[in-house]
């Protein structure tokens, strides 16, 4: 079974800095996603970041690109979410999710909370003074 956990998240005040850790197990397929998502209460999960194994690419939603940069630390099997200049609003659970068949190549594809097969249980930001 494929499994995620992702951790990082906590409070910080208005335009500081937190990094986001997902650690994957449980598959070793070659072709592959790793994304970033989040949801605010009473609003939609969103696609933040995606990094996909099948083009090489990563991906960002135009509100985040500038501020929020996804890596990859290879040996430790952990994807990661660099996330600056936070603002109040981007106060929400942050999730990562995996794709684990084909790869999701493509922006659309990539930021797209459907088409991803497996989901940690997120970790929660606060930006706050």
């Known amino acids: 079974q494929a499994q995620l956990v992702e951790s990082g998240g906590g409070l910080v005040q208005p335009g500081g800095s937190l990094r986001l850790s997902c650690a994957v197990s449980?598959?070793?397929?070659?072709?592959?996603?790793i994304g970033w998502f989040r949801q605010a209460p009473g609003k939609e999960r969103e696609g933040v970041s995606c990094?996909?194994?099948?083009?090489?690419?990563?991906y960002y939603a135009d509100s985040w690109k500038g501020r929020f940069t996804i890596s990859r630390d290879n040996a430790g099997d952990t994807v990661y979410l660099q996330m600056n200049s936070l603002k109040p609003e981007d106060a929400a659970k942050y999730y990562c999710?995996?794709?684990?068949?084909?790869?999701?190549?493509?922006?659309?594809?990539?930021?797209?909370?459907?088409?991803?097969?497996?989901w940690g249980q997120g970790t929660q930001v606060t930006v706050s003074s």
């Open positions: 999710a995996a794709e684990v068949f084909r790869g999701l190549p493509g922006r659309l594809g990539c930021l797209t909370p459907t088409s991803y097969d497996y």
């Open positions: 449980g598959f070793t397929l070659e072709y592959y996603a």
């Open positions: 990094l996909d194994s099948s083009d090489g690419n990563t």
